[in-house]
């Protein structure tokens, strides 16, 4: 079955960056695009970046732009985000998901001084 799984998620502070990463099984990743939502207490999800099945095109969320970047490894079946210079609004569960297949349970990035 399809299975996503994110780590690499933490505590950290603002100005500090975090690697995520998302390792798939149970499908032809290299077939699909790839997402990353996040979600904090209390908020809508959020669209934070996309990227195609080729990784040759990706779209970022205003609020992420020149800060976060999305990737993928299709010889790894595993798609990233690299979040630099983290802010405190930045906070919340990053989720990665296959448009209209699945989503992972996520992995938790909290921002404090």
């Known amino acids: 079955q399809v299975q996503l799984v994110e780590s690499g998620g933490g505590q950290v502070q603002p100005g500090e960056s975090l690697r995520l990463s998302c390792v798939t099984s149970?499908?032809?990743?290299?077939?699909?695009?790839m997402n990353w939502y996040r979600q904090a207490p209390g908020e809508k999800r959020e669209l934070v970046a996309a990227?195609?099945?080729?990784?040759?095109?990706?779209i970022y969320a205003d609020s992420v732009k020149g800060r976060f970047t999305i990737s993928r490894d299709n010889a790894k079946s595993t798609a990233y985000l690299q979040v630099n210079n983290l802010k405190p609004e930045d906070a919340a569960v990053y989720l990665c998901?296959?448009?209209?297949?699945?989503r992972g349970q996520g992995t938790q990035v909290t921002v404090s001084s």
């Open positions: 990227i195609t099945s080729a990784g040759d095109q990706s």
């Open positions: 998901d296959v448009p209209g297949m699945s």
């Open positions: 149970g499908f032809t990743f290299s077939s699909y695009a």
